[in-house]
Each structure stands twice: as C-alpha cells, then as structure tokens.
C-alpha cells in the first residue's frame, strides 16, 4: 500500500509569504506528527493529532505556526509571514497508535527554503 | 530535561570491520528507545526498538540503564550500511531524536 505522501516535496518562500504543507497519512493511521529538520540536526517534534484533535501543539516554536487535521485523515502545516530560520525540511509522520509498540511511518518531507 | 545524545556526527569504517554508533538519553521514567534509519535518497525508517529486542540487518541494541545509553552495534559493517542513524526516545508520546550519525562503510 501507499506510504506517507507530502506536497510540495520543495518550496521556495520569499521572506514574509505564507506556506501550507499537506501530508496524506496511511490510511486508517489515528495518529499523525509533524517534525522540523534543521540542516544536521535531528527532527524535532512540532505537533501531534490523533484523529482531528491536536492534542500536543508544544513544539510549535511561534504562533506563525498552525497545523489542522480537520477530517481526521489530510493534515497541512501552515506558517504564516515566513522567516529565513523557517528554512528546514518538514516531516510527517503516522502511526496506527500513539505507543511505543506502534511504529511512526515517516513521509519524503517537505524542504523549504526561505530566501 | 528529555535528552538524547549522538556524540559522534560521523563515523568512517572499514567494510568487515565492527561498528559501535553511541546514544545516551537523559529521562526520569522507564525509556522506550529506538534506532532509526535514513539511506541516502531514502525517507527515515525504523530500524529497532529495545522493548523488541530484536536484531535487524545484523543490528543490536542493549539498553543500559546504569549508563543511560543504548548503542548501536554491528559484529561486520557492509558497504549498504552506509546511511544516517538516529537514535530517538519516546516521551509523552513523542519521539525525541539525537542529532544524528553519519556512517560511512568504505570498501
């Protein structure tokens, strides 16, 4: 079956403009993550929903940022009035549960960079 | 503070040769720790997970706790082990990940 799928694979932002990411999870996958990637750094945990509830927003480093999973499935990452520390790849992940037992499935990312 | 530590941001050896990729955490609790992968051109993928105790693609972890650390090891490195590894720790339902080490296998 299909894997973790995310759109655009690369952006290019002009400092100050808005962006929306959009991952497509697993289907029937509960739960869904969104993880930034500095260059040489390891992901860092942004937000988590299971089902269309955000249960954890606490990695959120500003209010620019905002995810919504309205239906439970598509999730999109918005950041609003971009800035060059924006630059980084964003990734998605789902899972069937939130435990340990559950594996992340991860998706390609999404690269932006912000000139 | 929930932590995980790669000291090493590459490591270069020899095909044939053992490898032994550090990672320590810092967690007040009992730890439930991974190992993922990313080849290159290659989404991360889950390699192993300690409560599995399992060994993949001749991979194996131990978790010591008395040292607050669960290494990577391989007994014979294989050029296709050449990838990023990273060592990540579930906490509050989130995975923390170190920084990560780049392993080069050379022929």
């Known amino acids: 079956g299909a894997g973790v799928s995310q759109s655009p694979r690369y952006k290019v932002a002009k400092r100050g403009q808005d962006v929306a990411l959009r991952c497509d999870p697993i289907?029937?996958?509960?739960?869904l993550f969104w993880y930034q990637q500095a260059l040489g750094q390891g992901p860092e945990f942004l937000t988590y929903?299971?089902?269309?509830?955000?249960?954890?927003k606490s990695g959120l480093p500003s209010d620019r940022f905002f995810a919504e999973r309205p239906e439970g499935s598509v999730s999109t990452l918005k950041i609003q009035r971009t800035q060059q520390e924006d630059s980084a790849v964003y990734l998605c992940?789902?899972?069937?549960?939130?435990?340990?037992?559950?594996?992340?499935?991860f998706g390609p990312g999404t690269r932006l960079t912000v000139l | 503070a929930q932590r995980v530590t790669q000291p090493e941001k590459l490591l270069s050896v020899f095909k044939g040769a053992p490898v032994e990729l550090k990672c320590n955490y810092s967690?007040?609790?009992?730890?439930?720790l991974f190992w993922y992968v990313q080849y290159s051109r290659q989404r991360l993928q889950l390699l192993l997970r300690?409560?599995s105790r399992e060994s993949i693609k001749g991979f194996t972890a131990d978790l010591n706790k008395g040292e607050t650390s669960f290494h990577l090891k391989k007994p014979f490195a294989q050029e296709e082990d050449s990838a990023m590894y990273y060592c990540?720790?579930?906490?509050?339902?989130?995975?923390?990940f170190g920084q990560g080490t780049e392993l080069s296998v050379k022929p």
């Open positions: 929903f299971q089902n269309e509830a955000q249960l954890d």
């Open positions: 967690y007040s609790g009992s730890p439930e």
């Open positions: 289907s029937g996958h509960v739960s």
């Open positions: 300690h409560i």
């Open positions: 990540a720790l579930l906490g509050g339902g989130k995975l923390i």
């Open positions: 992940a789902s899972s069937s549960d939130r435990g340990a037992y559950n594996e992340q499935f």
